[in-house]
């Protein structure tokens, strides 16, 4: 050993190599005992019990892993209730929705899907295609329509059975079931939807087709510009690892207020693998006993099962059509000719045709969509004339804010 008790070069380089070859040896072991351990027991060797038995370490820790990998299974696959169970669950929840003083439903990817919209986490979701080394197939959003479920939603709002609705999706299928965007609080954004930050308040643009062209994770310009103060536009999308800032149509406040307010939650379609994470939506500064009760409708597990006053098993189309049933409320149809993002939608200008390729929505051949009246700017308040008067104005307003 060198002086000072410091190991000399070749010292270093001897135990550098005592050590891989270490890991090594570990690795072989762990592959030896891994192999055997997949084997049916009546098929091992004498020696290779006496293998399993000397390596109780790796032994636990492939068990381990395997209940983790079943439980994932269990958690992903899709499980029915039986027609009749299915129906005596639609009836229970029935009874809830009448007696509910503050309904709140949040929505998630499971309610499009019988839009042909893709969902995240079902067996031919997005990110369960992703993690099977899949491609995704690209979906044409414009030919999607608002399905049984958001029609029915839509119904139950107009009479006054459900008060909020608090939604994941983007697809802009809420909007136009006729829900009125008071009553959505859309935490991800809105495809249909683009906004001027510039402008106080935030001004905003429904177009008939979808803004996201051109943007992406960080990246929210989409190429048009305010029509009244030039400002580069922005679309309202919330990607994974961003923060919503926007105001509208997130509409975070009255989620809260709704969820603040609430005696009865039902989630539809929605894994809650994210909305759990939000603890504003469940109310978790309240003790347990004055939170309010959940229903969840999934063919999936959730994280919020075990806290489910009811969990019904069944695809939303489905359970709201028999909740609708029990409610005695005929679901109403869609109809594209009256789709309200007709009235809502902000015109191109002139210069504009090009800054999309996307597919508008478009109503039905021969039939003219209804339209909103033109937006009037409002006029500008009244200030003594000239610069002067509006430097005078601005101080003033400094001197009331101070």
């Not at 709002?157 to 009125?180: M, T």
């Not at 309010?292 to 359970?319: E, M, S």
Request: some cysteine; overall charge positive; hydrophobic content about 30%.
């Amino acid at each position: 050993m060198a002086a000072g008790g410091s190991l000399s070069r070749s010292e270093r380089k001897a135990a550098a190599r005592a050590e891989l070859l270490q890991q090594e040896e570990q690795r072989d072991r762990r592959r030896q005992v891994s192999r055997i351990w997949r084997k049916p027991p009546a098929e091992r060797s004498p020696e290779e019990c006496q293998v399993l038995s000397e390596s109780d370490d790796i032994v636990r820790e492939l068990e381990r892993r395997r209940k983790r990998r079943e439980r994932l299974r269990r958690r992903q696959e899709e499980v029915c209730d039986e027609p009749e169970e299915l129906k005596r669950k639609a009836i229970e929840l029935a009874a809830a929705v009448r007696n509910a003083k503050h309904l709140v439903i949040y929505t998630g990817a499971g309610i499009s899907t019988a839009a042909s919209i893709p969902d995240y986490r079902g067996p031919n979701g997005i990110w369960t295609l992703l993690q099977k080394g899949r491609s995704i197939r690209a979906t044409d959003l414009s030919e999607a329509e608002p399905t049984l479920t958001h029609m029915s939603i839509a119904c139950l709002h107009k009479h006054n059975l459900v008060q909020h609705v608090v939604s994941q999706n983007c697809d802009g299928l809420h909007l136009r079931s006729g829900l009125p965007r008071a009553a959505i609080s859309e935490l991800h954004g809105n495809m249909y939807i683009e906004v001027c930050t510039s402008c106080t308040p935030n001004r905003e643009y429904v177009r008939v087709f979808d803004v996201t062209e051109r943007t992406a994770l960080h990246r929210h310009h989409t190429g048009r510009m305010c029509h009244k103060c030039g400002s580069q536009l922005r679309d309202t999308i919330v990607h994974f690892g961003e923060k919503g800032t926007l105001t509208q149509p997130l509409n975070w406040e009255a989620a809260t207020e709704a969820a603040s307010k609430a005696d009865v939650i039902l989630c539809l379609g929605s894994s809650l693998k994210v909305l759990k994470k939000y603890p504003r939506l469940w109310c978790m500064s309240k003790p347990p006993t004055r939170r309010p009760k959940l229903y969840i409708v999934n063919l999936q597990w959730t994280p919020k099962d075990d806290l489910a006053a009811l969990k019904l098993h069944g695809r939303c189309d489905d359970v709201m059509r028999l909740l609708m049933e029990e409610l005695g409320l005929e679901i109403p149809s869609y109809d594209r000719a009256r789709d309200p993002i007709f009235a809502l939608a902000e015109p191109l200008r002139p210069g504009e045709e090009g800054t999309h390729s996307r597919k508008p929505v478009a109503p039905p051949p021969g039939t003219e969509p209804p339209r909103e009246e033109p937006r009037q700017e409002p006029p500008p308040p009244a200030r003594p004339g000239g610069w002067l008067g509006r430097g005078c104005a601005k101080g003033a307003r400094r001197r009331k804010s101070n």
